[in-house]
């Protein structure tokens, strides 16, 4: 499985950005795709998943703000971040892993994912 994270960058505080995590990912698998994120000496935190029957969930700091998508017909999952604060600044990566059921609720634990992106770096300007 191979990850392809993109969409990071340059923004002010209260703009947008959306990620894309491309992957070759097998249809006859069941995958949680993930999103974390690490800020400069800090751990690296779960921001947000999806299951393969569509489930989302976000992390408390990101909810209401932040939306994870997918598009089957590209192989590709996103996430749209909205009303960026400068304390979303951080490198943030793509991960999956594999699971028994479609409707498995994803884990936080970034060490419970086996497939990762390269990383894309947002920076959010005050």
């Known amino acids: 499985v191979q990850l392809q994270a993109s969409g990071g960058g340059l923004v002010q505080a209260g703009g947008s950005l959306r990620l894309s995590c491309a992957g070759s990912l097998s249809t006859g698998t069941n995958y949680i795709v993930g999103w974390f994120r690490q800020a400069p000496g800090k751990e690296r935190e779960f921001v947000a998943a999806i299951n393969w029957s569509g489930s989302t969930y976000m992390a408390n700091s990101v909810e209401g703000r932040f939306t994870i998508s997918r598009d089957n017909a590209k192989n590709t999952v996103y996430l749209q971040m909205n009303s960026l604060k400068p304390e979303d600044t951080a490198v943030y990566y793509c991960?999956?892993?594999?699971?028994?059921?479609?409707?498995?609720?994803?884990?936080?634990?970034?060490?419970?994912?086996?497939?990762w992106g390269q990383g894309t770096l947002v920076t959010v300007s005050s």
């Open positions: 991960a999956a892993r594999n699971t028994a059921s479609r409707r498995t609720v994803p884990t936080q634990n970034f060490r419970d994912y086996r497939y």
